[in-house]
């Protein structure tokens, strides 16, 4: 599946849509991507990265708009926390199997975008333009 970012996803915040923009590059070059353990390697850190800088910005803005969801919205988060932190132990011990990794990576940022990106995130961004709307 290819990941298409339209204007109609954004959420209302510059920060927040351009880390989307960019993980659906990511998700896109992964799925075309020879994996090699240069290239798997770089992907987990960018990841890492993704969940420290994107999450707290997200949090920021759904906090300073007082949505409802937010609490449930952070477990989210979490476990995609979790779930890193899990595959960069496993490729730590078993380096010799990029592909087994890239492939697992793949399909988890497919199921996050589907669930999460395209689900979760747009119920924080029609809850806000709601409140907007109304002030
Ligand atoms: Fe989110």
Do not use: C
Not at 69 to 74: C, D, Q
Request: hydrophobic share 40%; proline share 2%.
């Amino acid at each position: 599946m290819t990941a298409l970012w339209t204007d109609d996803l954004s959420v209302g915040d510059q920060g927040i849509d351009d880390d989307h923009i960019g993980l659906f590059e990511l998700i896109n070059d992964l799925s075309n991507a020879s994996m090699t353990h240069g290239y798997i390697n770089n992907i987990l850190h960018q990841l890492a990265r993704y969940t420290e800088e994107h999450f707290s910005k997200e949090e920021e803005h759904m906090r300073k708009f007082d949505f409802p969801g937010v609490e449930a919205h952070l477990a989210q988060h979490e476990e995609f926390v979790e779930w890193l932190t899990t595959i960069r132990k496993m490729y730590a011990r078993f380096p010799q199997s990029p592909f087994v990794v890239g492939d697992a990576v793949n399909s988890y940022l497919q199921r996050w975008l589907r669930e999460h990106i395209l689900q979760e995130d747009m119920k924080y961004r029609d809850f806000i333009l709601e409140q907007k709307q109304a002030s």
